[in-house]
């Protein structure tokens, strides 16, 4: 896959299927648009490319607050997962205000060229331009717009699993999006309690804008230099201890070396239980071993 900016390039070196869209999380929903570019592609002989935006097109146009910037996927998955569904020219565009004021007809006038499509294909409720237009099919362009994925609930939304992990339901959000969500973290010391306690746990700092599942333990997978290993992992303040900062620890089952300074990628597979205070440290290392024991045995329910 080869990654460009929108701003420098004049034209992709070959025809194209043009997917268009933000796809935070690349869900279910995502997934349907991308498997009907890969049909559309391999009939036609055709590249897929993608025109999408870095950060979510609404800081341009309502009052910023922090939890904008937050995504379901690090940039650094977002592109994996853009691979993974056949896309091979990935192309940025910053969604300026200049950007947006365009209409639709002079947002065809200027992609036209750069991409080359012989077909755009896009969601159905996509619309494009300030006249906020669904784009159809034309005498020589074709648009297919791709029906909404649902499941039991509902239409699948990146809002849908934004509230889900927020929840700390990253069951429902694994289903959701396809795949199992996860974190990337920075091993770093904390107090070192874990240790003590034998339940050692690398302390996790997220240098990426994406959203935390809600505080409490959890089931987790963790890779450790190319292996994966389970685990569980708590998300809260360490209440117990007198705790006041957020923090996010992980104990890796059977696995003892010093890490620091080594990244961690964490999959969420599902909740054990809420945070919660002990009165003590026994009761607190008591229901550890109860907490382990529904981790280790998690992989006979998948």
């Given at each position: 896959?080869?990654?460009?900016?929108?701003?420098?390039?004049?034209?992709?070196?070959?025809?194209?299927?043009?997917?268009?869209?933000?796809?935070?999380?690349?869900?279910?929903?995502?997934?349907?648009?991308?498997?009907?570019?890969?049909?559309?592609?391999?009939?036609?002989?055709?590249?897929?490319?993608?025109?999408?935006?870095?950060?979510?097109?609404?800081?341009?146009?309502?009052?910023?607050?922090?939890?904008?910037?937050?995504?379901?996927?690090?940039?650094?998955?977002?592109?994996?997962?853009?691979?993974?569904?056949?896309?091979?020219?990935?192309?940025?565009?910053?969604?300026?205000?200049?950007?947006?004021?365009?209409?639709?007809?002079?947002?065809?006038?200027?992609?036209?060229?750069?991409?080359?499509?012989?077909?755009?294909?896009?969601?159905?409720?996509?619309?494009?331009?300030?006249?906020?237009?669904?784009?159809?099919?034309?005498?020589?362009?074709?648009?297919?717009?791709?029906?909404?994925?649902?499941?039991?609930?509902?239409?699948?939304?990146?809002?849908?699993?934004?509230?889900?992990?927020?929840?700390?339901?990253?069951?429902?959000a694994n289903e959701l999006l396809g795949y199992k969500y996860e974190i990337t973290g920075l091993v770093v010391h904390g107090f070192a309690?874990?240790?003590?306690?034998?339940?050692?746990?690398?302390?996790?700092?997220?240098?990426?804008?994406?959203?935390?599942?809600?505080?409490?333990?959890?089931?987790?997978?963790?890779?450790?230099?190319?292996?994966?290993?389970?685990?569980?992992?708590?998300?809260?303040?360490?209440?117990?201890?007198?705790?006041?900062?957020?923090?996010?620890?992980?104990?890796?089952?059977?696995?003892?070396?010093?890490?620091?300074?080594?990244?961690?990628?964490?999959?969420?597979?599902?909740?054990?239980?809420?945070?919660q205070k002990f009165d003590g440290i026994d009761g607190l290392v008591a229901q550890m071993k109860r907490d382990e024991e529904k981790a280790?045995?998690?992989?006979?329910?998948?």
């Open positions: 896959m080869q990654i460009f900016n929108y701003d420098n390039i004049t034209s992709l070196p070959e025809k194209t299927v043009l997917v268009l869209g933000y796809f935070d999380g690349l869900h279910r929903g995502h997934q349907a648009l991308f498997e009907e570019a890969r049909k559309v592609a391999t009939v036609l002989n055709l590249k897929i490319a993608v025109l999408t935006f870095p950060e979510k097109p609404t800081l341009t146009f309502q009052k910023f607050e922090a939890e904008m910037l937050l995504k379901l996927t690090s940039d650094v998955q977002r592109e994996r997962l853009f691979e993974e569904n056949g896309v091979d020219y990935l192309v940025y565009k910053d969604f300026t205000s200049k950007f947006a004021h365009q209409n639709s007809s002079e947002f065809l006038s200027a992609i036209r060229p750069k991409f080359k499509p012989e077909v755009i294909v896009t969601g159905f409720d996509y619309t494009t331009g300030s006249d906020m237009v669904n784009l159809h099919s034309t005498e020589d362009l074709k648009v297919i717009n791709v029906s909404e994925v649902k499941d039991r609930e509902g239409k699948i939304s990146s809002s849908r699993i934004r509230e889900a992990i927020q929840a700390g339901n990253v069951a429902l309690r874990g240790r003590e306690l034998g339940y050692p746990t690398a302390n996790l700092v997220i240098k990426d804008f994406i959203h935390l599942p809600a505080a409490g333990v959890y089931t987790v997978d963790i890779k450790e230099e190319g292996t994966w290993r389970r685990g569980f992992a708590s998300i809260g303040y360490n209440e117990t201890f007198g705790g006041k900062e957020k923090t996010i620890e992980v104990h890796i089952f059977d696995f003892s070396e010093e890490i620091y300074g080594e990244s961690l990628t964490v999959r969420w597979l599902d909740k054990i239980r809420d945070m280790r045995n998690y992989l006979a329910a998948e």
